[in-house]
């Protein structure tokens, strides 16, 4: 534009006047009937410049507007996908929190159940801890009752040892004051006392008699076991098991008071009948001493003779005890029966007694 510009507005030097006048270089070209070649070329690269230029704008418009149309349809498309994502992000969201919800319920219930069973397990052991100590306390309870028993029942028995102890020394006093008997001192074990009869010297003389003395409710077979093992391992042919009354002794140890077992002869008597039963068996142990200490297992007719005098001795002493006490209760009779008769006399009213004349002729009369 401002070459063009500069074109129609040079002036030169007109050839005609010689520069007389001045005249445009268009109006001098147009008086000689000459084109302005450079004047079209010039309007045909404007024409061409515009057209290019047009063309350009027109391809720069239609590639934006292709650019509008594409950044369109691909914004279209974004928003589109993002929508759908926002969708699928929103449907995920809302299962994420139904999800979450569930899941909070669901740990809700499980906290409510492990609270409950926890309540429920400590409710269980605080009562187990009030059931234990209520077993505690009657523990406790029966404990001190126990004590109390253990306690009375060490007084008993020290009682009952007490009086265990003095029976056997009242029992070693009174077999010390038997004629021809000896006995040796209270043994540590393995029995009680070892009797035997003496020599006019004082020698014990065989056999020796091992004592075991039982004071208890009823004797059982293993006390005879116990005294046979005693008696055997201090080699002692004779056993007695001395019991302080007859209902100690079972109705087999009086149907068999004298038998032999192991190898010992054993003798089952009481305090009372001790003494007449060694007087019994005085003879057969004589015999014994002279013959050997199986004399009895070679004559199995004396041993049974001997249980069977035994037997007659204990029924003749029932039958005495049952007469002791017939008289008993007849004299205890006849003394009650003479102060019931002697109080009737007392009370009866006194009358007068005829004289002796009178009654004898009331006699001559009759």
Known sequence: MTTEASVETETIECPLCSGAGKLKRTEVLDRHGVKDFARVAQLSAEEAFRLLQQKHTLDHQTAWARFEAELTKRTAEIEQRHRDEL??????????????????????????????????????????????????????????????????????????????????IDFSEEARAWAGICVSEKLPRN????????????????????????????????????????????????????????????????????????????????????????????????????????FLEKNAVIAKEVRRTFADLDRIENELKKATKAITSASGLVTKYRGRLQGLCDNAPARKMPTASCGVAVINRK
Not at 216 to 222: D, F, L, M, N, R
Not at 256 to 284: A, E, H, M, N, S
Request: hydrophobic content about 35%; proline content about 3%; aromatic content about 4%.
């Open 87 to 168: 969708g699928t992000l929103g449907s995920r969201i809302r299962e994420l929190e139904s999800t979450a919800e569930i899941s909070g319920k669901q740990k809700a219930l499980e906290v409510q159940r492990v609270r409950a069973e926890l309540e429920g397990r400590l409710r269980s052991e605080e009562l187990e801890k009030e059931r234990a100590n209520r077993r505690a306390e009657d523990h406790q309870r029966e404990i001190e009752h126990l004590r109390e028993q253990s306690s009375s029942l060490e007084a008993e028995l020290s009682k009952v040892a007490r009086i265990g102890k003095r029976e056997e």
């Open 191 to 294: 029995g009680d006392f070892i009797l035997a009869y003496r020599d006019p010297s004082g020698t014990p003389l065989e056999p020796r008699m091992l004592v075991d003395n039982k004071d208890k409710a009823v004797i059982c077979e293993g006390d005879i076991g116990k005294l046979v093992r005693d008696a055997r391992e201090r080699s002692i042919p004779v056993a007695i098991l001395v019991t302080r009354e007859e209902a100690q002794l079972r109705q087999i140890d009086k149907d068999d008071r004298w038998g032999c077992k192991d190898g010992i002869w054993v003798l089952r008597t009481t305090r009372q009948w001790f003494p007449r039963d060694l007087d019994v068996l005085k003879p057969l142990f004589e015999t014994m001493r002279v013959q050997g200490f199986d």
